[in-house]
């Protein structure tokens, strides 16, 4: 359905009264909150660009789609209360049919500073699920079928996703318990250690543990997809080769175009295509960068999508521009240890940016799409990065 979407303009918890069952803030913009460029095409060029939305199956490998705080320094206090708000109105503009959807995460700090508890990860999902069930727009995905059926119906099907497996602690039925509440990926690690493996922060990397190991085959025996966007080298080579299934690496770029550790090497993303797997281009601000663009637009991450094109072939890139509503790059401030923003980022220089300029939030996916027919992709080609490659491996994991 590309951008007609069946949206009625749900607020999330509208179900309730603000203020006195729960804490009301002042939210950011979805849409246009700042002048992120719209990749200029011609008129046909724009058709043609809506035609492949309409026509093809778009997905967002990883995001968090979430509105965040106008003030920013008042998201300690929202994450603290459990209560995120979803972008209903942003991803209606989005052009997208299937988002994975990685909730609070390490930001989940109702109960601990430190996150990542299994009490908090609990609450944060559940109460996502409560305000899911109260509109039709957003579908909680369960399979294949559902981002079918939304992309047929004009509706958005929601992956409930989580970053790490930290939360399950050495708890291997865990698994199971996080599969019947509706997660369908998960990454092995995030960029600390846990008792799986070696997260990408890490000096050394002495890849995955032999509980990581029994974690690997659980999920695949359960149908949950295996995420190395944040681990360790080492880690991330172990669990492509342990898994029976392909894995992702949801959110990531090449380190060959930007030395840190947040970017994987030629080595590894040849491992992840070699089993089948796919590379989601990265747009969180400062980190898919080049020497070319050392300031952080839709054309650094771009040139990240054609090295890896070039590298893996077109059957093994997608879209995972990690991007949330609002100030993403004030989050990284008021967070930058927690999230280990500068161990992650390197010491490089780049040029500072308020925001991503053309791929700022979820809602600007279709610039993915304009840029591609801008530069003469094939509409086949650019059928599969848009979602097609990320689909064929949802066939093969999910068990739906």
């Given amino acids: 359905m590309g951008m007609h979407k069946h949206y009625a303009g749900y607020r999330s918890y509208q179900y309730l009264d603000a203020e006195s069952d729960y804490k009301a803030f002042r939210l950011a913009k979805q849409v246009e909150r700042v002048p992120s460029a719209r990749v200029a095409l011609s008129p046909g060029q724009e058709q043609r660009a809506q035609d492949l939305l309409a026509r093809h199956v778009a997905i967002s490998m990883h995001d968090h789609p979430v509105v965040v705080p106008e003030d920013v320094t008042e998201i300690f206090e929202q994450k603290r209360l459990g209560r995120d708000f979803s972008g209903f109105e942003g991803l209606a503009a989005s052009g997208l049919d299937a988002v994975f959807d990685n909730l609070m995460n390490g930001l989940c700090t109702i109960t601990s500073h430190a996150g990542w508890k299994w009490s908090d990860i609990i609450?944060?999902?559940?109460?996502?699920?409560?305000d899911l069930a109260h509109q039709d727009f957003i579908v909680v995905c369960d399979g294949v079928r559902d981002i079918l059926t939304a992309h047929q119906t004009g509706r958005l099907a929601l992956v409930p996703t989580l970053e790490?497996?930290?939360?399950?602690e050495n708890e291997l039925d865990r698994l199971d318990v996080l599969y019947g509440f509706g997660v369908r990926s998960m990454g092995i690690?995030?960029?600390?250690s846990n008792v799986l493996g070696s997260g990408l922060r890490e000096a050394g990397d002495a890849g995955l543990t032999d509980f990581g190991r029994q974690a690997v085959e659980r999920m695949n025996k359960l149908g949950i997809l295996i995420d190395t966007a944040h681990c360790g080298d080492q880690t991330t080579l172990d669990t492509i080769e342990v898994s029976q299934q392909p894995t992702v690496i949801s959110h990531?770029?090449?380190?060959?175009?930007?030395?840190?550790?947040r970017l994987k090497p030629d080595h590894v993303l040849e491992a992840l295509a070699a089993k089948g797997?796919?590379?989601g281009i990265e747009a969180a601000p400062h980190t898919t960068l080049t020497e070319r663009h050392p300031r952080h637009t839709l054309d650094s991450c771009m040139e990240h999508f054609e090295y890896a094109v070039r590298l893996l072939g077109i059957d093994h890139v997608g879209f995972g521009p990690d991007t949330m509503f609002g100030d993403h790059v004030g989050l990284h401030r008021a967070y930058a240890a927690q999230l280990s923003v500068t161990k992650v980022l390197g010491n490089k220089s780049f040029q500072p940016v308020a925001y991503v300029d053309g791929l700022e939030n979820p809602a600007d996916f279709p610039n993915i799409v304009r840029w591609l027919v801008k530069h003469g992709y094939s509409d086949e080609d650019i059928a599969k990065v848009m979602g097609g490659n990320a689909l064929r491996v949802l066939k093969q994991v999910w068990v739906r």
């Fill in 123 to 130: 609450h944060d999902l559940g109460m996502r699920l409560c």
């Fill in 277 to 279: 797997g796919v590379l």
């Fill in 252 to 261: 990531a770029g090449a380190r060959a175009l930007w030395d840190t550790p």
């Fill in 189 to 192: 690690t995030y960029s600390e």
């Fill in 164 to 168: 790490s497996a930290t939360p399950i």
